[in-house]
């Protein structure tokens, strides 16, 4: 499961950040993709009711082709090292520059500052960690919450 939380990282822009936890063998019967399991490129159709808890956690999600309406694109991808679950802080200094500076731009073709999108990421909760999670997954939505229908790679809008 990830953690749902707001982080602001640019004026006017709001960055989410979701902390992955253990799944439920209920999640596991329900099908889709594990969150700590997306790729880059990877569309996601929506978080709606995978959100659980006070601790906003999202475990399974649905990966559908990028034509198809969804919320969230995967754009990149930075790995965690140490022996310890890293503080959030150090999580967001690391997640920085793959999530809202050169990942973003690669990938998108434009600075976060400049597209109708919003930088958001993934990270390992305490029982992912312990599993072996170390990735931070970098994920986009539009600043107004609407459908994309088409994958954000290159499109520098």
């Known amino acids: ?28 019967l329900i099908g889709g993709t594990h969150s700590v399991d997306l790729a880059v490129g990877d569309c996601i159709k929506s978080l709606d009711g995978d959100v ?14 990028c034509s198809e309406p969804h919320l969230y694109e995967v754009y990149a991808e930075v790995e965690l090292s140490g022996d310890s679950l890293p503080s959030a802080t150090e999580v967001e200094t690391e997640a920085e520059d793959a ?9 998108v073709g434009a600075p976060v500052t400049e597209t109708e999108y ?14 072996g999670d170390r990735k931070v997954t970098c994920v986009l939505s539009t600043l107004d919450e609407s459908e994309l229908t088409a994958s954000a790679k ?3 809008k």
């Open 99 to 107: 999530c809202f500076g050169s990942g973003f731009e690669e990938y």
């Open 118 to 131: 919003v930088a958001t990421y993934l990270s390992p909760s305490q029982d992912t960690w312990d599993a």
């Open 1 to 28: 499961m990830r953690t749902l939380k707001h982080v602001l990282t640019l004026p006017m822009i709001a960055a989410l950040a979701l902390s992955v936890s253990g799944c439920s063998v209920v999640q596991s």
């Open 154 to 156: 290159d499109s520098a």
């Open 52 to 65: 659980t808890g006070s601790d906003n956690q999202v475990g399974q999600v649905q990966v559908v082709d």
